[in-house]
């Protein structure tokens, strides 16, 4: 009853905050309870039951002995989550999904602003990174932080839509810079991929926010196979593949600022009707280190104190860079699939 409940908000006035919960349902890793409203105080009671081993009281005598109960639980609920979960200082905890149709939940503290939204999205995109998850979706983005680049046409609620293009001024734009530095293009189709432009901008996002005064992001070509152009398509592109051509520049995935060197056979190899794969790609440049041989990730900002982080990628020479290498996949973005015949 509404009486119930402002007497246990009166009485116990801990029922504010965050805490995290282990093992303490079958098959649930990590519950995340918010006590700030009516639902969420009865799912946290509810908690408390099975934890405590309580019935649901029924009568006066029963109600005090719960409120009592319950009063105790609130003065060690802290140190039970300290103990048995404590938060990880980033606030994202990875857990499996059950019986959900997916494969893991990431679970994270709600926040308001549109400063620690991004810094909670580009978390969960780390822990993707830590877990190799290739694939990821944020249900809660029904903002207006992160749009579609306006070329895009409508997906009808897709989640992928390889479009070609006509001879459109988009077109015309695409094809004129890639024959000032290589070949013809024949086809040219736009890569229309939610989750990949989603998990890209938060992290342009982030470098932006990093470093404020200056271009941190690059339009680039990588050439590929039709093999492998299937799979960027639909997962974005994968440092995984490295090596298939070169790590002179370390492991990660390569792109060049001129797609005459893109269109080597080396990088893009032709198919059986003599066809060959190029992308036009946005990366995140940021701050970029000097590139070697076997390097797995970039350099530290500052080698003395590694809380300040890496660079955001690796490049040929810092001062002219022709050769980006990118360590993160989230860090660039298919934007267009040029389709070409080596002459």
Same mark, same amino acid.
């Given at each position: 009853?509404?009486?119930?409940?402002?007497?246990?908000?009166?009485?116990?006035? $801990?029922?504010?905050?965050?805490?995290?919960? %282990?093992?303490? *349902? =079958?098959? &649930?890793?990590? +519950? @995340?309870?918010?006590?700030?409203?009516?639902?969420?105080?009865?799912?946290?009671?509810?908690?408390?039951?099975?934890?405590?081993?309580?019935?649901?009281?029924?009568?006066?005598?029963?109600?005090?002995?719960?409120?009592?109960?319950?009063?105790?639980?609130?003065?060690?609920?802290?140190?039970?989550?300290?103990?048995?979960?404590?938060?990880?200082?980033?606030?994202?905890?990875?857990?499996?999904?059950?019986?959900?149709?997916?494969?893991?939940?990431?679970?994270?503290?709600?926040?308001?602003?549109?400063?620690?939204?991004?810094?909670?999205?580009?978390?969960?995109?780390? $822990?993707?990174?830590?877990?190799?998850?290739? %694939?990821?979706? *944020? =249900?809660? &983005?029904?903002? +207006? @932080?992160?749009?579609?680049?306006?070329?895009?046409?409508?997906?009808?609620?897709?989640?992928?839509?390889?479009?070609?293009?006509?001879?459109?001024?988009?077109?015309?734009?695409?094809?004129?810079?890639?024959?000032?530095?290589?070949?013809?293009?024949?086809?040219?189709?736009?890569?229309?991929?939610?989750?990949?432009?989603?998990?890209?901008?938060?992290?342009?996002?982030?470098?932006?926010?990093?470093?404020?005064?200056?271009?941190?992001?690059?339009?680039?070509?990588?050439?590929?196979?039709?093999?492998?152009?299937?799979?960027?398509?639909?997962?974005?592109?994968?440092?995984?593949?490295?090596?298939?051509?070169?790590?002179?520049?370390?492991?990660?995935?390569?792109?060049?600022?001129?797609?005459?060197?893109?269109?080597?056979?080396?990088?893009?190899?032709?198919?059986?009707?003599?066809?060959?794969?190029?992308?036009?790609?946005?990366?995140?440049?940021?701050?970029?280190?000097?590139?070697?041989?076997?390097?797995?990730?970039?350099?530290?900002?500052?080698?003395?104190?590694?809380?300040?982080?890496?660079?955001?990628?690796?490049?040929?020479?810092?001062?002219?860079?022709?050769?980006?290498?990118?360590?993160?996949?989230?860090?660039?973005?298919?934007?267009?699939?040029?389709?070409?015949?080596?002459?």
């Amino acid at each position: 009853s509404t009486r119930f409940v402002d007497l246990i908000f009166m009485t116990f006035p $801990k029922l504010s905050g965050y805490f995290y919960f %282990s093992k303490f *349902f =079958p098959g &649930l890793e990590i +519950a @995340i309870f918010k006590f700030h409203d009516f639902f969420r105080f009865f799912m946290t009671v509810r908690t408390l039951v099975t934890v405590w081993g309580l019935r649901p009281a029924q009568g006066p005598r029963q109600l005090i002995d719960l409120l009592a109960l319950l009063h105790q639980a609130c003065l060690h609920l802290p140190c039970m989550a300290n103990h048995l979960c404590p938060q990880p200082s980033d606030g994202v905890v990875l857990t499996k999904a059950g019986n959900l149709p997916f494969k893991n939940i990431v679970h994270m503290v709600g926040q308001t602003s549109e400063k620690e939204i991004t810094r909670c999205m580009y978390n969960v995109l780390k $822990k993707c990174e830590e877990n190799k998850i290739q %694939s990821v979706s *944020f =249900p809660a &983005l029904g903002t +207006a @932080i992160i749009h579609p680049p306006p070329t895009w046409t409508k997906m009808g609620g897709k989640d992928l839509e390889i479009v070609a293009l006509s001879k459109s001024d988009e077109y015309k734009k695409i094809e004129q810079d890639f024959i000032n530095c290589s070949k013809h293009a024949d086809v040219i189709h736009r890569i229309q991929n939610k989750g990949l432009w989603q998990r890209y901008c938060v992290l342009k996002q982030e470098v932006d926010k990093k470093y404020p005064k200056q271009t941190n992001e690059r339009v680039l070509y990588h050439g590929t196979t039709l093999e492998i152009c299937q799979k960027i398509n639909k997962n974005g592109f994968n440092r995984s593949f490295c090596g298939r051509n070169a790590v002179v520049h370390g492991e990660g995935t390569y792109f060049a600022k001129d797609a005459w060197y893109s269109c080597q056979d080396q990088y893009s190899n032709p198919d059986p009707n003599g066809l060959k794969y190029i992308y036009r790609a946005r990366v995140v440049m940021g701050s970029p280190c000097k590139s070697r041989k076997g390097m797995k990730e970039p350099d530290p900002l500052d080698p003395n104190n590694h809380q300040a982080g890496l660079h955001n990628c690796a490049v040929d020479n810092l001062q002219n860079p022709f050769i980006f290498v990118v360590f993160c996949d989230a860090g660039a973005y298919p934007d267009y699939l040029i389709t070409f015949k080596s002459v």
